[in-house]
């Protein structure tokens, strides 16, 4: 038995995603190995100054900047890449692939470390589908890490080549504010890269900038999205007696606020795209309104009633065939007919009611006309009908 347990170990994503995360654990090493090894005399940063003391560190010279951050960024990854965290996976393959760039294209001399970084770029993406764990918690303390090592990266280059700047930048307040205005592609103006090696430096800002705000703040906000339509779908577990309304046309935006104004419990399932014809709400779910898995997260099995009210009567009869499926006899499921020439079909699928607009307008209207008198039941009895009756 013990022989099965590790057979199923070795096939499972646990053991691939350890195994990645030690191969990175080393790739990472061996990055910052050669940087720690170029460690030359110390200064006193007191009696030197701090950026004279930069300077006589081996280890953060301007090519080994970004170097000694890409490993110690790999190791830390590797963790939540252990959890099988998807934003540990995006930003680690991101480093991987710069870090491979930069070995196998500007330094040759560290030509086996660029392959090794390769093959571990490769393996990353045909195992990309072993990283599915989304969490707001490790999403955001990664994108933060990930966020303070390139302003760290940013703030010691600057300083290290303070000297290539106009006005020369010999503080760390002022690399600060200049690694700032970099990474968020503000440009002022006010400090100025004058020699090649400054301009690629604030290049290569600028684009890591660009590159980790952009996934940082699509990934946070999409984790809490999705985060968000599970909380409402979970809500809608619960939910009794409940109104559902599917659709977004005219009449089934007016339905929903007429039930929310009474303050009664609605749900809404409608297509994306269509979502903003309904105002921001905790309860609506966007999908496929005729899904058999997205009518049972709205609980319309217990619902009150259900108001299948799309812009296309294709549509409206697939959701109440699927909301039939689901539905026990007390709900009551309201169907609206775009074209009256589809009402006698649509009433062969035996909703509880039917009802027309066009119908309704024109009947209305005559009364009027003819003088005859509108109460509430006659407007009951034009709006809907009833199909045991026909």
Not at 152 to 168: H, K, R
Not at 215 to 229: D, F, I, P
Request: overall charge neutral.
């Amino acid at each position: 038995m013990s022989d099965n347990f590790f057979i199923a170990f070795l096939k499972s994503s646990l053991c691939i995603r350890l195994v990645l995360s030690i191969l990175i654990i080393f790739d990472g090493f061996s990055i910052i190995k050669p940087v720690l090894g170029a460690y030359t005399d110390y200064l006193d940063w007191r009696a030197n100054g701090f950026t004279e003391w930069l300077k006589s560190l081996g280890f953060m010279k301007l090519l080994d900047i970004p170097r000694f951050l890409v490993g110690i960024s790999l190791i830390f990854l590797s963790f939540f890449m252990l959890n099988g965290a998807r934003i540990a996976w995006v930003f680690s393959l991101l480093l991987l692939a710069i870090i491979t760039f930069v070995d196998l294209r500007v330094a040759p001399e560290n030509l086996h470390q660029g392959y090794f970084s390769l093959g571990l770029c490769i393996a990353l993406s045909l195992f990309w589908k072993r990283y599915h764990h989304h969490s707001l918690t490790s999403a955001g303390f990664v994108a933060m890490t990930c966020i303070i090592a390139l302003l760290l990266y940013s703030i010691f280059g600057t300083l290290y080549i303070g000297n290539e700047f106009a006005p020369v930048v010999k503080d760390a307040s002022t690399a600060f504010y200049f690694a700032l205005v970099c990474m968020t592609t503000v440009g002022f103006g006010d400090i100025v890269p004058v020699s090649t090696d400054a301009r690629v430096f604030t290049i290569t800002v600028v684009i890591l900038g660009i590159t980790i705000f952009t996934t940082s703040v699509v990934y946070v906000v999409g984790v809490l999205a999705k985060g968000t339509k599970d909380i409402v779908r979970k809500r809608f577990s619960y939910m009794k007696n409940h109104y559902v309304v599917i659709g977004s046309s005219p009449i089934a935006v007016s339905v929903y606020q007429n039930l929310k104004s009474r303050e009664l419990p609605v749900a809404v399932l409608c297509t994306e795209s269509h979502r903003v014809h309904y105002p921001e709400s905790n309860n609506i779910v966007t999908g496929d309104p005729t899904s058999t898995e997205l009518l049972a997260e709205a609980n319309v099995k217990h619902a009150k009633y259900v108001f299948i009210m799309t812009e296309s009567d294709t549509l409206n009869t697939f959701a109440f065939l699927g909301v039939k499926e689901l539905a026990g006899k007390e709900v009551k499921i309201i169907v609206l007919v775009n074209d009256d020439n589809n009402m006698d079909k649509i009433r062969l699928l035996q909703p509880d009611m039917l009802f027309s607009l066009s119908s309704l307008g024109g009947e209305v209207l005559m009364k009027v006309l003819c003088g005859d008198p509108i109460s509430s039941e006659s407007i009951s009895e034009l709006l809907l009908t009833n199909v045991e009756n026909n």
